[in-house]
C-alpha cells in the first residue's frame, strides 16, 4: 500500500507526554479512531485523559428497526468499556442528537467550559477543514472544539461557571485534510487502540467490517488498520494529525 504521507518523516517531534489532555469526539469510537493510540501511551506515561463523546450515538446501526434508546445506551457503555482498555481518566457525554449537530455558541462555550475546567495540555478533534468530510457531525464538533479552545483562552470571554482561561499548548487534529504532525506508536498501544475498538461492538458491521463477529474479520480488521497506520520505509506505526498552536 502506498503511504501518502512519507513526507511525515520530517515532521516535528512528537510531543511530551502531556499532564493532561482533552478529546472531542462527535460520537462513541471517534477518539479510538482518530488518536486510540496516542491516548493509550499518553495515559501509560501518566496523562489524565478525558474524552469527551458530543453527540448519543443513536443514528449508528444500519438496522432500520434498531430501538434508538437502547443503542444510545449501549454506546455509553461501550465507550466506557473503551475508556478502561486506553486508561482514560473521565468520560463526559453532551448528549446533542446524532445526525443533527450544529455548531452553536452554546455548543462552543459548554466545550470552552469544559476546556477550562480540565486545562488540558493538548486538546485532540476531528479536521474541521477536512475536504469531502460527509458527516455533519464531524465538520461541526470539529470547528465547535477549535473555537472552543480560541473562547476557553480568552479571559475576557466570560464562563457562564465562572471558570478561569486556559489556553493550551497546542491542538491535534485527527483525519487530518494536510497532516504534519505524528505520534509515535508502539505495539502495546496500537493493541489498546485495537482492543479499545473492539469495545464498540455495537458499530462492526457499520465501520469495523463485522469484526466482532469471527476472530478471522477481527485478524483482517487489524491488518488493515496496521497498514493505514504504517509510514515510511522501515514499517513504523504513528498517527498522524494537523497541529495547531492557539
Not at 449501549?74 to 463526559?92: C, N, P, Y
Not at 449537530?101 to 480540565?118: G, M, W
Not at 487502540?193 to 461492538?201: F, I, N, P, R, T
Amino acid at each position: 500500500m502506498t503511504n501518502l504521507y512519507t513526507d511525515l518523516s520530517d515532521a516535528p517531534p512528537p510531543l511530551a507526554v502531556p499532564a493532561r489532555a482533552l478529546t472531542v469526539g462527535a460520537h462513541p469510537d471517534d477518539a479510538e479512531f482518530g488518536a486510540g493510540a496516542t491516548l493509550a501511551r499518553w495515559a501509560d506515561g501518566g496523562c489524565e485523559v478525558t474524552v469527551v463523546v458530543v453527540t448519543d450515538g443513536s443514528k449508528g446501526s444500519w438496522d432500520p428497526d434498531e430501538d434508538q434508546a437502547r443503542l444510545t445506551n449501549r454506546r455509553k457503555d461501550e465507550q466506557h468499556a473503551a475508556a478502561r482498555v486506553l486508561g482514560v481518566s473521565d468520560v463526559i457525554f453532551l448528549g446533542e442528537t446524532d445526525g443533527e449537530l450544529v455548531d452553536t455558541p452554546e455548543l462552543r462555550t459548554a466545550i470552552a467550559d469544559l476546556i477550562r475546567q480540565v486545562q488540558p495540555e493538548v486538546v485532540l478533534t476531528h479536521d474541521p477543514w477536512q475536504r469531502y468530510q460527509m458527516h455533519p457531525d464531524h465538520r461541526a464538533t470539529g470547528r465547535a472544539a477549535v473555537d472552543a479552545v480560541v473562547a476557553a483562552r480568552e479571559p475576557l470571554a466570560k464562563s457562564p461557571t465562572g471558570l478561569k482561561h486556559h489556553r493550551p499548548d497546542a491542538i491535534l487534529l485527527w483525519s487530518a485534510d494536510e497532516p504534519d504532525h505524528v505520534e509515535p506508536v508502539d505495539e502495546s498501544a496500537f493493541q489498546s487502540k485495537v482492543g479499545a475498538l473492539m469495545c464498540h461492538s455495537s458499530q462492526s458491521v457499520t465501520t469495523m467490517g463485522d469484526a466482532a463477529s469471527s476472530p478471522e474479520l477481527r485478524s483482517d480488521f487489524e491488518h488493515k488498520l496496521r497498514e493505514w497506520m504504517t509510514i515510511g520505509d522501515n514499517g513504523d506505526l504513528a498517527e498522524q494529525f494537523k497541529r495547531l498552536t492557539p
